[in-house]
């Protein structure tokens, strides 16, 4: 939105961002690899999970009072801070969530079941992913190492970012992509946390929405989020377009789903993490 | 399943991950988002935050000295606690405990209150004392 009037915002709410996007990348991809464990029917890997998530969840309340939705966004920064001592807090439980993470995904990666319900299920080829316009964690694990992070925004520039890549492009692929995603990510708020620059944490904007157009690509846990504004001056903005990475990968499953058996249908569909409601818009 | 076995047999021997809820909770962190208060006595019925709150949970009415707050819908954004102009809404760390019915809360600035009061003071005086003059004019 700041591009709209333009403004820049400052170096600390810029890492300051970078950091919650990747806790909630780090919840997001907790919540899937519960989710699948689920829908084959793995049920205790799937509270596990769930329970790791919820220290992630606690780190969420605490720095931006929310559980799930940080909602720390404002036009022109952010809205909360994270103090020294919050950030030894962080430190420490996220040091903790890998090490539990670590010894799931060990699970997940290694057991005969899992194995069993994923390799070889539900293929994407590195041409049909492209073809189909697939994002994300999809994509990557068709071998396609692209990431809308690699476009720099916010912080990304700074820190040390590859996009993870798999190229089997089956559903155990997308597991692995989404379990290595969670350690990067942790690896990530460790790093925008040391190098956390000092300064403001938001500019003031002032004004409605000036006419102009601004388009920005970010990378959500689900893949690449695409926004659009068009201002005209007013109170209201003339159009505001949002495309989902559900949006994008619902097409994947045309090549996913038919000639599967009937019992690999939830972990294919769920493979693309779909979330309806965003993509109904 | 042999990958699994340290994490159950960790399990086996640990306590429970979940607590006993209604008996023991977990007190919520400091700056929460757990609910929203007006405060009647800053607020002045301005309504901006009616105008700027994303979900609709807050109406003013200005003429009845009246703000309508529906918690229900409230998704603690913080929008209008930035947006006031006198600081009137603080932020609580505590959720709000479940309801059975949709809470409706009304507010009255007391400012205003006042205002109308001695407003509505002026107006009875003057209105007394025109019927004063006009009873005085009648008597002469
Ligand atoms: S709470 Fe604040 S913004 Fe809302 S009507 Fe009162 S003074 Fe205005
Ligand atoms: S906190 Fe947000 S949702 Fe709740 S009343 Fe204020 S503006 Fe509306």
């Known amino acids: ?281 | 399943m042999p990958f699994m076995l340290p994490t159950i047999l960790k399990n086996l021997f640990t306590g429970y991950a979940t607590r006993l809820y209604p008996v023991q909770v977990r007190e919520p962190f400091e700056n929460a988002r757990g609910h929203i208060r007006f405060n009647e006595d800053k607020c002045i019925m301005c309504g901006v935050c009616a105008m700027r709150c994303p979900s609709v949970s807050i109406t003013v009415e200005k003429k009845k000295n009246e703000l309508t707050f529906y918690p229900a819908r409230c998704i603690v954004c913080e929008v209008c606690i930035h947006a006031c102009p006198s600081d009137a809404i603080d932020l609580i760390f505590k959720w709000r405990t479940p309801f059975y019915e949709k809470p409706v809360e009304i507010y009255k600035s007391t400012r205003i209150a006042q205002l109308r009061e001695t407003a509505d003071a002026a107006t009875d005086a003057a209105t007394d004392a025109a019927k004063e003059e006009e009873s005085a004019k009648e008597d002469k």
């Open chain 1, 1 to 281: 939105m700041e591009r709209l009037w333009p403004v820049e915002i400052s170096p600390r709410a810029k890492y300051l961002r970078t950091f919650w996007a990747e806790l909630a990348r780090t919840h997001s991809h907790l919540l899937w690899l519960g989710l699948l464990a689920d829908a084959f029917g793995f049920e205790s890997m799937f509270l596990q999970f769930w329970r790791i998530r919820e220290r992630v969840l606690d780190l969420l309340e605490m720095t931006a009072g929310h559980r799930v939705i940080p909602s720390v966004n404002i036009i022109g920064g952010v809205r909360r801070d994270i103090t020294p001592e919050q950030k030894k807090v962080i430190i420490d439980t996220l040091d903790i969530i890998r090490k539990e993470s670590d010894e799931l995904v060990k699970v997940v990666t290694r057991d005969y079941t899992v194995k069993k319900r994923t390799v070889g299920i539900g293929v994407v080829t590195k041409e049909q992913a492209i073809q189909l316009g697939c994002v994300g964690p999809v994509l990557r694990a068709s071998g396609v190492p692209e990431d809308a992070r690699l476009t720099k925004y916010d912080a990304y520039g700074d820190l040390n970012y590859e996009p993870v890549v798999e190229t089997a492009g089956d559903c155990y692929a997308r597991t692995l992509v989404r379990a290595r995603e969670i350690f990067q990510s942790i690896d990530l708020q460790l790093e925008a946390l040391s190098k956390l620059p000092e300064g403001e944490i938001a500019v003031k904007v002032k004004g409605n929405p000036p006419k102009n157009e601004a388009v920005m690509r970010v990378e959500a846990p689900r893949g690449e989020l695409f926004y659009y504004a068009k201002g005209n001056g007013s109170r209201n903005l003339e159009r505001m377009k949002i495309r989902t990475p559900t949006f994008a990968n619902l097409p994947s499953l045309l090549v996913m789903l038919p000639g599967c058996e009937l019992a690999d249908v939830p972990v294919i569909v769920l493979s693309i993490d779909p979330c309806i409601c965003c993509m109904e818009r």
